[in-house]
C-alpha cells in the first residue's frame, strides 16, 4: 500500500479556529505574503485560499465586511468585479489552466465556510485535473507549496 502524505491538512482538521473574521483579520495585516494576499485595491482584495481545491486557488472579497452581495454598493460591486477578471487575466498566464470554476457561496447552508464576509472563489481547471483519489480516497493531490503558487502568482500582479 503506498501512503500519501499531506500534513498541511492537519492545521486545518484539528487547528483551533480564529475568532472573528477570518478575511478581515487578514486584510489588516501588514505581511501580505505571510497572509497570502496577492492583491489590494480600494474596495476588495485577493488572497490565495490557505486550503485550496486546487493550486491557485484564489478568494476574491470585498474589503467591507459584508455577508451578502446585495449589502454591496455599486462602486464596491464594480471593483469587486474588475478584481476578478484581473485575477483570472493572472491566473491564465502565471499557471495556463484550461478552464476556472468560479462561484460564491452565500450562507452556511450553501457551502460558505466563511458566511459572513462575501467572497468568491476561483479555482482553476486543467484537463485531466480530477482523478480516483478524492472519489476513493478522499484525498486530493496538491502538486505545489501555497508559497510556490504566491511566488508564480505575485510576479504577475506586479508586472512580468
Known amino acids: 500500500m503506498k501512503v500519501l502524505w499531506a500534513p498541511?491538512?492537519?492545521?486545518?482538521?484539528?487547528?483551533?479556529?480564529?475568532?472573528?473574521?477570518?478575511l478581515c483579520?487578514?486584510?489588516?495585516?501588514?505581511?501580505?505574503?505571510?497572509?497570502?494576499?496577492?492583491?489590494r485595491s480600494s474596495h476588495s482584495f485577493v488572497i490565495l485560499n490557505r486550503?485550496?481545491?486546487t493550486n491557485g486557488h484564489l478568494m476574491v472579497a470585498p474589503n467591507r465586511h459584508v455577508a451578502s452581495l446585495d449589502e454591496l454598493?455599486?462602486?464596491?460591486m464594480v471593483a469587486l468585479m474588475a478584481l476578478l477578471?484581473?485575477?483570472?487575466?493572472?491566473?491564465k498566464r502565471a499557471l495556463k489552466p484550461d478552464?476556472?470554476?468560479v462561484g460564491v457561496n452565500i450562507g452556511s447552508v450553501a457551502g460558505?465556510?466563511?458566511?459572513?464576509?462575501?467572497?468568491?472563489?476561483?479555482?482553476?481547471?486543467?484537463?485531466?485535473?480530477?482523478?480516483?483519489?478524492?472519489?476513493?480516497v478522499e484525498t486530493k493531490v496538491m502538486p505545489e507549496y501555497l508559497e510556490k503558487t504566491y511566488d508564480r502568482l505575485i510576479s504577475f500582479v506586479e508586472g512580468p
Open 8 to 22: 498541511w491538512r492537519m492545521a486545518y482538521i484539528a487547528g483551533d479556529r480564529e475568532q472573528g473574521c477570518l
Open 25 to 39: 483579520s487578514k486584510l489588516k495585516g501588514r505581511d501580505d505574503r505571510g497572509n497570502l494576499i496577492l492583491c
Open 51 to 53: 486550503f485550496p481545491y
Open 73 to 76: 454598493n455599486e462602486g464596491e
Open 85 to 91: 477578471k484581473q485575477s483570472i487575466i493572472i491566473l
Open 99 to 101: 478552464g476556472f470554476n
Open 112 to 136: 460558505a465556510g466563511i458566511e459572513d464576509h462575501i467572497h468568491f472563489h476561483i479555482v482553476p481547471r486543467w484537463n485531466g485535473d480530477t482523478n480516483f483519489m478524492p472519489v476513493l
